[in-house]
């Protein structure tokens, strides 16, 4: 419900700025993850809390692709609507649980899964009639989705190499937003070729245990390379 009513506010908005002077546009985008950060949270009792409080995790940073629509008005402005669809992990290495006696870890990771719808603005300065600069900013709504299994490698006197499911992956929404700058220079006609840089914060992913609803918080944060094909019609 929460998404539809997003998508609704986006596509009005836009509507409105349509004037027969401003252009609509298409772009197919190349997300390279070039770093990833986040905090991770264990909110159930130290003894069975697995990760140190305020904890930094990582994701797996592979690349993906997103698309965006959206409307360019006043040579200066730009709105539009983009989405992505992720498939990744987030991970934690080298650290030691909590409890007592701690345990020690080599890693730990579970597979998540992300959709991020946004309304993105962006300013844009232009250079030459083929070249532009821009500052980007977006807000929106994000799913985060992490598998039921949880990999780990604890060495001895761990447990080993296994697998987890005492705390069930959970499918959640949550805000999400990005910053960044980017580049556009004209290919042919109306082609256009952007690259940008942008730093993404999808949200919070969560698993649950029992009572403890979240288990576990997991802030999800990456700075990516984007290139995009972008075409104004």
């Given at each position: 419900?929460?998404?539809?009513?997003?998508?609704?506010?986006?596509?009005?908005?836009?509507?409105?700025?349509?004037?027969?002077?401003?252009?609509?546009?298409?772009?197919?985008?190349?997300?390279?993850?070039?770093?990833?950060?986040?905090?991770?949270?264990?909110?159930?009792?130290?003894?069975?809390?697995?990760?140190?409080?305020?904890?930094?995790?990582?994701?797996?940073?592979?690349?993906?692709?997103?698309?965006?629509?959206?409307?360019?008005?006043?040579?200066?402005?730009?709105?539009?609507?983009?989405?992505?669809?992720?498939?990744?992990?987030?991970?934690?290495?080298?650290?030691?649980?909590?409890?007592?006696?701690?345990t020690n870890y080599n890693y730990i990771f579970?597979?998540?899964?992300i959709q991020n719808l946004l309304l993105e603005?962006?300013?844009?300065?232009?250079?030459?009639?083929?070249?532009?600069?821009?500052?980007?900013?977006?807000?929106?709504?994000?799913?985060?989705?992490?598998?039921?299994?949880?990999?780990?490698?604890?060495?001895?006197?761990?447990?080993?190499?296994?697998?987890?499911?005492?705390?069930?992956?959970?499918?959640?929404?949550?805000?999400?937003?990005?910053?960044?700058?980017?580049?556009?220079?004209?290919?042919?006609?109306?082609?256009?070729?952007?690259?940008?840089?942008?730093?993404?914060?999808?949200?919070?992913?969560?698993?649950?245990?029992?009572?403890?609803?979240?288990?576990?918080?997991?802030?999800?944060?990456?700075?990516?390379?984007?290139?995009?094909?972008?075409?104004?019609?």
């Open positions: 419900m929460r998404l539809k009513l997003l998508l609704l506010i986006i596509c009005l908005s836009l509507s409105k700025l349509s004037y027969a002077d401003n252009r609509y546009f298409g772009e197919l985008r190349y997300i390279n993850p070039i770093f990833s950060t986040g905090d991770n949270q264990d909110n159930q009792p130290l003894a069975d809390a697995r990760f140190p409080s305020g904890s930094k995790i990582f994701t797996e940073e592979e690349e993906n692709y997103g698309i965006a629509l959206g409307l360019e008005f006043n040579k200066n402005h730009s709105l539009a609507i983009s989405f992505e669809d992720k498939d990744t992990q987030w991970r934690q290495n080298n650290f030691a649980s909590p409890g007592t006696p701690p579970r597979d998540l899964e603005y962006n300013y844009i300065i232009p250079v030459k009639n083929w070249f532009k600069v821009k500052g980007i900013l977006g807000a929106g709504l994000s799913h985060l989705e992490t598998n039921d299994i949880t990999y780990y490698d604890a060495p001895a006197p761990g447990p080993g190499v296994g697998t987890s499911t005492d705390t069930p992956g959970a499918g959640v929404y949550d805000f999400s937003h990005k910053f960044g700058f980017g580049l556009e220079a004209r290919l042919t006609g109306e082609n256009y070729i952007n690259l940008s840089w942008v730093r993404t914060n999808y949200g919070k992913a969560e698993a649950n245990k029992g009572n403890f609803r979240p288990a576990t918080e997991t802030e999800i944060i990456e700075e990516q390379v984007i290139l995009g094909i972008k075409k104004y019609f």
